[in-house]
């Protein structure tokens, strides 16, 4: 019901029951710091974490939680992994040979893992649209299969980001290259 004062990047705290999530929804006001998962929130910067929790008929808000993400090691909170993202070429989903080869890495690295969380993301030209959502979506589930394929075995979720993350805001090809990736985070 509440979020710790404090809590670690790279941790996981879970904010619903699985039962709750059929009903409520997880929103964060600040994706750079936390991102809403299912039943859970993922800290993955430093920084101030705000969680709402949301009904989903009436889209009332039930409850506001806050957290301070820091990144020296607190207690709260459980340990991730994360590897290099994952690059895409422009407009694809498509896995190059080097991508193939993290995804086999990781897969390796999640074999006992209890949860996997693929995060999609797309360049940051233009206004926000229904493509950037799709090929981000596109891309986490890309990776999402291959690392089914590859044999994992633990519960893989899939969000989708668009570009509300980007490394660069430069619109230049080669730091736009650097917002189209997708990014895995094992949780043991």
Same mark, same amino acid.
């Given at each position: 019901?509440?979020?710790?004062?404090?809590?670690?990047?790279?941790?996981?705290?879970?904010?619903?029951?699985?039962?709750?999530?059929?009903?409520?929804?997880?929103?964060?006001?600040?994706?750079?710091?936390?991102?809403?998962?299912?039943?859970?929130?993922?800290?993955?910067?430093?920084?101030?974490?705000?969680?709402?929790?949301?009904?989903?008929?009436?889209?009332?808000? &039930?409850?506001?939680?806050?957290?301070?993400?820091?990144?020296?090691?607190?207690?709260?909170?459980?340990?991730?992994?994360?590897?290099?993202?994952?690059?895409?070429?422009?407009?694809?989903?498509?896995?190059?040979?080097?991508?193939?080869?993290?995804?086999?890495?990781?897969?390796?690295?999640?074999?006992?893992?209890?949860?996997?969380?693929?995060?999609?993301?797309?360049?940051?030209?233009?206004?926000?649209?229904?493509?950037?959502?799709?090929?981000?979506?596109?891309?986490?589930?890309?990776?999402?299969?291959?690392?089914?394929?590859?044999?994992?075995?633990?519960?893989?979720?899939?969000?989708?980001?668009?570009?509300?993350?980007?490394?660069?805001?430069?619109?230049?090809?080669?730091?736009?290259?650097?917002?189209?990736?997708?990014?895995?985070? &094992?949780?043991?």
């Amino acid at each position: 019901t509440r979020l710790p004062a404090a809590t670690q990047a790279d941790s996981s705290l879970r904010v619903l029951t699985a039962k709750q999530a059929d009903d409520l929804d997880i929103r964060t006001n600040t994706p750079k710091i936390c991102i809403a998962l299912t039943t859970s929130v993922l800290m993955v910067n430093p920084g101030r974490c705000t969680v709402r929790i949301i009904d989903e008929d009436t889209k009332r808000v &039930i409850r506001t939680m806050s957290t301070l993400v820091k990144k020296s090691e607190v207690d709260a909170g459980t340990t991730l992994t994360t590897d290099e993202p994952i690059y895409f070429r422009q407009a694809s989903n498509r896995l190059s040979k080097n991508a193939l080869a993290q995804v086999a890495e990781l897969a390796e690295a999640a074999k006992d893992a209890s949860r996997v969380v693929v995060i999609g993301h797309s360049a940051s030209l233009g206004d926000v649209s229904a493509y950037s959502y799709a090929i981000s979506r596109d891309r986490a589930n890309a990776v999402r299969a291959a690392l089914v394929k590859a044999g994992v075995k633990a519960t893989i979720e899939v969000v989708t980001l668009s570009y509300s993350q980007p490394i660069s805001t430069k619109k230049t090809e080669a730091s736009q290259a650097k917002n189209r990736r997708a990014e895995v985070y &094992i949780q043991s």
